[in-house]
């Protein structure tokens, strides 16, 4: 990897990892100060804000990242078009909110829903500032600006929650986060958007961005249908269980996959009319990610009822056998994003549409069955999509960069089996052995590590090298 690849990829990572910690440890405090029925509601709110941030942020964002030669106007287009649907998105959820009250059965909904929603018209703004620095590959920036805002959103979270103030603590908490990082973007970058709008531009963008939008659209929907349908058949308590369950697995892929993603796109796209180029990039990344989310994952898995006690108190000890099932689902997202990042890097936005529809035509039909059976089964039918969409994700790269599903597998599965006999030694001594849980849980972590460095240099894995000679050329390159 250059240079710069290394260093945007130091920064990226940093600004991940940094700003997900504190918010993490922010996270657990507010976990403490609320109940989980208000962080039910939140997570309603959050659905539907997904949703219509997609119809904001997606597709012309990966446009402008794809597209190698950009200029103001293509920033300012995407800009205009981005701040009128967020206003129309805005209305939509105003008019929408006393209904979507009533259909959960929670009155506050309707109030938290408009005023937080203004969190859209801020992100329009922001999304432009964010896709002009990710363009230019400067993450340190956007490490600072980011870190800057989760601080501050955060101790004014943590104070309103400490005043009793509940569900309003956390809505405070969303809504200043975007809008300080919009300030402290703007006196920062001293580059503000402009009302104007290209035509050309914009279809030229449209052209490859509508499909991204439509396929972003339908898996943030499906993502989100889970939440809906718990909340909605089951209660916003059980809903705040699924999502704290969800927290720690997100986090940790967010961080560590969601970085190696972020600085691929542009550089695969850098790449992509070599496309033997692209293949190696392709296969270095995941074996890397790979590396990095297995043991991750199979170890929260082995030790979550450890983690969610110390961290979430007896409280949220429910939470325990979904965090376990989402565990397993999150392990194979390094194989769906590569894939699809890949897929998108070489301009075919058209058959990451088609893999998107075929994946969420499966997903909606196995969890019509799932939900029947109960929310253990719903929840668990996602691990099942998972590792059937790791395949299908995989399938036309095998056209594209003669790189199929086979040899994605053989390549991956070293650390595959050494995560997987960590994980099960974990099990097998928290099953034996008691102990007090600050001191049992240093120790599983100890010991996974030693089982899993042990593993990779019995099976000759050769990635923590890699990662040494990473960390040496980021001291070197990375200032």
């Not at 402009?194 to 993502?223: A, E, M, P």
């Not at 199979?298 to 009822?305: I, K, P, Q, T, V």
């Not at 392990?331 to 058959?351: K, M």
């Not at 969409?389 to 595959?416: C, G, T, V, W």
Request: glycine letters at 4%; a positive charge; hydrophobic letters at 50%.
């Amino acid at each position: 990897m250059s240079h710069v690849v290394i260093t945007s990829l130091f920064w990226k990572f940093l600004e991940r990892v940094g700003t997900q910690i504190i918010q993490f440890i922010i996270q657990i405090i507010l976990a403490r100060l609320i109940l989980p029925s208000e962080y039910g509601v939140i997570s309603i709110l959050t659905i539907f804000i997904s949703i219509t941030t997609v119809f904001i942020e997606s597709g012309f964002s990966t446009a402008i990242l794809q597209k190698k030669d950009v200029n103001e106007l293509d920033y300012n287009t995407s800009f205009v078009t981005s701040s009128l649907i967020a206003v129309c998105m805005y209305i939509i959820l105003f008019l929408a909110a006393p209904f979507i009250a009533s259909f959960y059965q929670i009155d506050i909904l309707c109030k938290v829903i408009r005023i937080s929603s203004v969190i859209l018209i801020i992100g329009a703004y922001n999304s432009v500032q964010i896709t002009k620095v990710s363009k230019e590959m400067n993450f340190k920036r956007l490490f600072h600006y980011s870190l800057i805002s989760v601080i501050v959103s955060g101790l004014l979270g943590i104070a309103s929650a400490y005043y009793g103030l509940g569900v309003w603590a956390l809505v405070i908490q969303q809504i200043s986060q975007k809008a300080v990082l919009g300030v402290v973007m703007t006196f920062s970058l001293r580059w503000i958007p402009k009302l104007q709008f290209s035509n050309d531009s914009f279809q030229n963008l449209f052209s490859f961005g509508s499909k991204l939008l439509i396929s972003n659209l339908i898996n943030t929907v499906y993502n989100n249908i889970y939440g809906l349908v718990i909340g909605r058949i089951y209660n916003s308590e059980c809903l705040g269980y699924y999502n704290r369950a969800d927290q720690f697995p997100s986090m940790i892929v967010n961080n560590v996959n969601g970085s190696l993603q972020s600085v691929m796109l542009p550089v695969l796209s850098s790449k992509q009319d070599v496309l033997e180029d692209v293949k190696n990039t392709m296969r270095k990344t995941i074996k890397l990610s790979c590396y990095f989310i297995f043991p991750l994952m199979f170890g929260l898995l082995a030790c979550s009822d450890l983690v969610v006690e110390l961290f979430l108190t007896e409280k949220w000890l429910p939470c325990v056998p979904f965090m376990q099932l989402l565990c397993i689902s999150y392990s194979f997202y390094p194989l769906h994003t590569v894939n699809l990042q890949t897929i998108n890097a070489l301009g075919r936005s058209d058959i990451f549409l088609k893999l998107e529809v075929i994946k969420k035509t499966i997903g909606i039909f196995v969890l019509c069955i799932s939900f029947t059976l109960g929310i253990y089964y719903m929840v668990a039918s996602q691990a099942f999509i998972s590792i059937l969409s790791s395949f299908i994700n995989a399938k036309p790269n095998k056209q594209l960069l003669n790189y199929s599903f086979r040899e994605q597998i053989k390549d991956i599965f070293p650390a595959f089996l050494s995560a997987s006999v960590m994980s099960l030694a974990i099990i097998l001594v928290n099953l034996t052995i008691d102990g007090f849980i600050y001191i049992k849980l240093p120790f599983d972590i100890a010991m996974g590590i030693v089982i899993y460095l042990s593993m990779s240099k019995l099976l000759k894995i050769n990635e923590f090298n890699q990662i040494l000679l990473f960390a040496q050329e980021v001291i070197k390159n990375g200032k």
